[in-house]
């Protein structure tokens, strides 16, 4: 049993995930951005009552944290919405107040990696995992190793460039994917195309925009097909890089996948001619809402299970 900790700019989750990856238990709590002490705290206490409610006793922790980490040193690095925990090991601090052993990922790397062992990319040597939602991340497994860059580094997938003369994005450059794909690029061509007047203006969400489309609503159906060709325009850049046997699809823009599909498919086929494209499998990630946590479970797998 192996307790699980997913730490986002906004809240921590917490809980208790079997060796199947099925979810126990599991509580969550808003994530204090300036005081780590009481951050670690307060997962120690998560942690201690999902086990209790599970009826368990952990076996080992991990976790996936909204990056950048040094999953290596076990260490938080500069995040930026995370400011008082820069340089801090929750990895040497929960392997000391529960005596067990802990391991830290990328929360991207570790979803990649619970879709890669227990989800939609089970039996694929080659998987990316995108997450599209208000931004876009991911994460790389070949042949059930998880790719890691220079120095242990976690490649953005989010951040190729597909337009330089598109928006500013806060990686320094224009016109990165996940700023032309991702649900507020998606919000921000709404707003900025909606005629004055237009009913459903203000206070526009992407999910709200996709609803519309499902009703069909003019604007938001162009929305959409502008959203489609700009995520059809990075997975193909995916693809042409790495032909994976599959990409594994999640975010919250994605549960609205039916939408995008056949558009992001026909932008494929229009670009990936020197590559077998039709062979890259794009399937929607199989483990819900709770990918997050139940990849954190996966991370402490990954590295003390094999
Ligand atoms: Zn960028």
New binding site residues.
Partial sequence: MIGAVDIGGTKIAVGVVDDNGKVLSRMEAPTDPNRYSDGIELIAHMLRKTAQRAETELTGIGIGSTGPVDPLRGEFGDVDFLPGWRGKSPVKDLAQIFSVSVALENDGDAAALAEAGWGAGRNRSRLIYVTVGTGIGGGIVFDGQLYRGVAGAHP?V??H?VDPAGPK?????HG????LAAGPAMVAWFAGNAPTGYPHRNGITARRICELAQEGDAIALRAVEHESYYLGLGLANLINLFTPDAIVLSGSVMKSAELFMDRIREVIRQGCRFVPAEKTQLTLASLGEDTNLIGAARVWHYRFAK
């Fill in positions: 953005e989010g951040h460039v994005c806060s990686c320094g450059f990165c994917w996940e700023s």
